[in-house]
């Protein structure tokens, strides 16, 4: 490789670290945020996975499938999906996400909408049906499981 191509691909790496963004949809819009400040999103996005995301929240998963983005969740510029408030099995083991930081559940918790949430995964809604939350399945901050 000549000093030609090595700057190609050094220009062509900056680029793409300059265009590096989140998604996050926020109060039913889509906001882009880049080193630490965030904004409407103006245009449709590709991640670097080959997520598509919409500017209506809409994302064309490189497989093929379609989700909606729900209040409070983020995907990384590399097309992972995060939440910014809520809870996650991730692994085995329930995590909390406050402002967008994970941390490992050190309790049980009562959501607003008045599921309660065990630190071993179980959740007794508020009508009384139990179910157990599995690796990848979401709760937004608010007791509502996220599709």
Same mark, same amino acid.
């Given at each position: 490789? $000549?000093?030609?191509?090595? =700057? #190609?691909?050094? #220009?062509? #790496?900056?680029?793409? =670290? =300059?265009?590096?963004?989140?998604? %996050? !949809?926020?109060?039913?819009?889509?906001?882009? &945020?880049?080193?630490?400040?965030?904004? *409407? &999103?103006?245009?449709?996005?590709?991640? *670097? $996975?080959? $997520?598509?995301?919409?500017?209506?929240?809409?994302?064309?998963?490189?497989?093929?499938?379609?989700?909606?983005?729900?209040?409070? !969740?983020?995907?990384?510029?590399?097309?992972?999906?995060?939440? /910014?408030?809520?809870?996650?099995?991730?692994?085995?083991? %329930?995590?909390?996400?406050?402002?967008?930081? *994970?941390? =490992?559940?050190?309790?049980?918790?009562?959501?607003?909408?008045?599921?309660?949430?065990? !630190?071993?995964?179980?959740?007794?809604?508020? $009508?009384?049906?139990?179910?157990?939350? /599995?690796?990848?399945?979401?709760?937004? /901050?608010?007791?509502?499981? %996220?599709?």
């Amino acid at each position: 490789m $000549n000093k030609y191509s090595l =700057a #190609l691909v050094g #220009l062509i #790496l900056s680029a793409n =670290a =300059a265009m590096a963004q989140e998604v %996050m !949809m926020k109060d039913g819009k889509m906001m882009t &945020m880049k080193d630490g400040q965030s904004m *409407s &999103m103006d245009k449709d996005m590709t991640m *670097s $996975n080959g $997520n598509k995301v919409m500017m209506n929240g809409m994302v064309m998963m490189k497989d093929g499938k379609k989700m909606k983005m729900q209040n409070g !969740m983020m995907m990384d510029a590399s097309g992972n999906i995060m939440m /910014h408030d809520g809870m996650m099995m991730k692994d085995g083991k %329930m995590m909390m996400m406050k402002n967008g930081q *994970s941390m =490992a559940m050190d309790k049980d918790m009562t959501m607003p909408n008045g599921n309660k949430v065990m !630190m071993d995964g179980s959740v007794m809604m508020k $009508n009384g049906k139990k179910m157990k939350m /599995h690796d990848g399945m979401m709760m937004d /901050h608010t007791g509502k499981m %996220m599709k």
